[in-house]
């Protein structure tokens, strides 16, 4: 019982704190599809934040009007209400957002298609972050209860962007009657794309472009710090970086990752374990730059070792830089089979269908938004 306090405690003060902002981009695609996609933003949501958060919503969002279907933002609080107006919704929540859902939430989704994106177990957060001194209980993770609730409004399935080989870290999920599919991130094409001609940041060796924290910083540490001196930094946090360059607009991101020479992907430690695949390596590659993970076993399963730069172990990244940052040709190839790779396979209009696909429901039609193969050519300058 003293938990559960703590827990709702803990909840209320993120809540109030956190209040999502949906900002003027809330509705979009046609206004008169067969169905409308509701996309629940919960705590911590900022449309005019540049993060993992809002660009992976925004993706989704506009890869389903691109398919011919209407997109709408809403709130946790809203959601009972809004399913109630809109005809024939079908809705993208996150775990997390089970927290604070409503009853009259829950019970109007009953029937409603809708799919859950979920979190690691505890047991596998642990693992992960127990070498870097960091104890399980200040791991943001959800509620126990949310599972439950999962199961009551009849989640159609549930989600994670990992690959399926990393389905065992995610056990409170097995056996309980909902499917659990591999749904990864991907790159959203109609911000993430080549600009030929476009010479800013030419001069930029190595670039990143994301937030600072303390459980990302271990990572950091290890694949970032040793180049500081070559690192060109953007983010909405402050870095204890020399390269740190305060906020990049928004239209200026895939021109850096176009013209760096490399950019790192690079995880948060538990993606070690449960194989959570960053957006971050979709979007560079999609912007036609060359990205280079972290040492993380899962990404030969989405991708082959010639279309990025993924190392077997710390050594391994560091040569590879070394051979990025020098060798042209080999640079030039990685660019060209990494953006191909991406509009092949990695796009949110990829993604998009296959939720459709899983929920039973028809895409109406397509609006190609595609940058020309043209662009490709951009790689090899």
Same mark, same amino acid.
């Given at each position: 019982?003293?938990?559960?306090?703590?827990?709702?405690?803990?909840?209320?003060?993120?809540?109030?704190?956190?209040?999502?902002?949906?900002?003027?981009?809330?509705?979009?695609?046609?206004?008169?599809?067969?169905?409308?996609?509701?996309?629940?933003? %919960?705590?911590?949501?900022?449309?005019?934040?540049?993060?993992?958060?809002?660009?992976?919503?925004?993706?989704?969002?506009?890869?389903?009007?691109?398919?011919?279907?209407?997109?709408?933002?809403?709130?946790?609080?809203?959601?009972?209400?809004?399913l109630e107006r809109v005809? +024939?919704?079908?809705?993208?929540?996150?775990?997390?957002?089970?927290?604070?859902?409503?009853?009259?939430?829950?019970?109007?989704?009953?029937?409603?298609?809708?799919?859950?994106?979920? &979190?690691?177990?505890?047991?596998?957060?642990?693992?992960?972050?127990?070498?870097?001194?960091?104890?399980?209980?200040?791991?943001?993770?959800?509620?126990?209860?949310?599972?439950?609730?999962?199961?009551?409004? %009849?989640?159609?399935?549930?989600?994670?962007?990992?690959?399926?080989?990393?389905?065992?870290?995610?056990?409170?999920?097995?056996?309980?009657?909902?499917?659990?599919?591999?749904?990864?991130?991907?790159?959203?094409?109609?911000?993430?794309?080549?600009?030929?001609?476009?010479?800013?940041?030419?001069?930029?060796?190595?670039?990143?472009?994301?937030?600072y924290w303390r459980n990302? &910083?271990?990572?950091?540490?290890?694949?970032?710090?040793?180049?500081?001196?070559?690192?060109?930094?953007?983010?909405?946090?402050?870095?204890?970086? +020399?390269?740190?360059?305060?906020?990049?607009?928004?239209?200026?991101?895939?021109?850096?990752y176009q013209n760096a020479?490399?950019?790192?992907?690079?995880?948060?430690?538990?993606?070690?374990?449960?194989?959570?695949?960053?957006?971050?390596?979709?979007?560079? &590659? %999609?912007?036609?730059?060359? &990205?280079?993970?972290?040492?993380?076993?899962?990404?030969?399963?989405?991708?082959?070792?010639?279309?990025?730069?993924?190392?077997?172990?710390?050594?391994?990244?560091?040569?590879?830089?070394?051979?990025?940052?020098?060798?042209?040709?080999?640079?030039?190839?990685?660019?060209?089979?990494?953006?191909?790779?991406?509009?092949?396979?990695?796009?949110?209009?990829?993604?998009?269908?296959?939720?459709?696909?899983?929920?039973?429901?028809?895409?109406?039609?397509?609006?190609?938004?595609?940058?020309?193969?043209?662009?490709?050519?951009?790689?090899?300058?």
């Amino acid at each position: 019982m003293l938990n559960y306090l703590m827990h709702k405690t803990k909840l209320t003060l993120r809540t109030v704190k956190n209040r999502p902002i949906l900002g003027n981009r809330r509705s979009g695609g046609p206004s008169d599809s067969e169905y409308t996609f509701l996309m629940v933003c %919960g705590t911590g949501f900022k449309a005019h934040v540049p993060n993992a958060t809002s660009t992976i919503r925004f993706g989704y969002c506009r890869a389903f009007a691109r398919l011919g279907i209407g997109y709408r933002l809403v709130t946790v609080s809203d959601l009972a209400t809004e399913l109630e107006r809109v005809s +024939r919704p079908f809705v993208f929540l996150s775990i997390f957002d089970y927290e604070t859902l409503s009853r009259a939430a829950i019970k109007a989704l009953r029937g409603v298609p809708h799919f859950v994106w979920i &979190a690691p177990s505890r047991r596998a957060m642990a693992i992960a972050y127990r070498q870097y001194g960091v104890r399980a209980e200040s791991i943001d993770l959800p509620a126990d209860y949310t599972t439950c609730r999962v199961q009551e409004s %009849g989640a159609n399935f549930v989600f994670a962007p990992c690959p399926t080989s990393a389905y065992e870290y995610f056990e409170q999920w097995h056996n309980i009657g909902i499917p659990f599919e591999s749904l990864l991130q991907a790159c959203d094409d109609e911000r993430y794309f080549p600009e030929p001609g476009n010479t800013q940041f030419v001069g930029v060796e190595m670039a990143f472009v994301g937030g600072y924290w303390r459980n990302k &910083a271990f990572q950091f540490d290890k694949y970032l710090k040793p180049y500081e001196g070559r690192l060109t930094v953007f983010g909405h946090s402050p870095w204890p970086y +020399r390269g740190y360059g305060g906020l990049l607009p928004e239209d200026d991101e895939r021109v850096l990752y176009q013209n760096a020479k490399l950019c790192p992907a690079i995880s948060e430690p538990h993606a070690e374990i449960t194989g959570d695949i960053v957006e971050r390596v979709f979007k560079v &590659a %999609g912007s036609g730059g060359v &990205a280079i993970t972290d040492a993380i076993k899962y990404y030969r399963e989405v991708f082959s070792p010639e279309e990025v730069l993924f190392p077997e172990n710390l050594d391994h990244y560091h040569a590879l830089v070394k051979r990025a940052l020098t060798d042209e040709d080999f640079n030039a190839k990685y660019r060209r089979a990494g953006i191909k790779a991406v509009r092949e396979r990695h796009t949110y209009v990829h993604r998009a269908r296959k939720v459709l696909d899983l929920l039973g429901l028809p895409a109406p039609g397509v609006v190609d938004g595609t940058k020309p193969e043209s662009d490709l050519q951009q790689a090899d300058r």
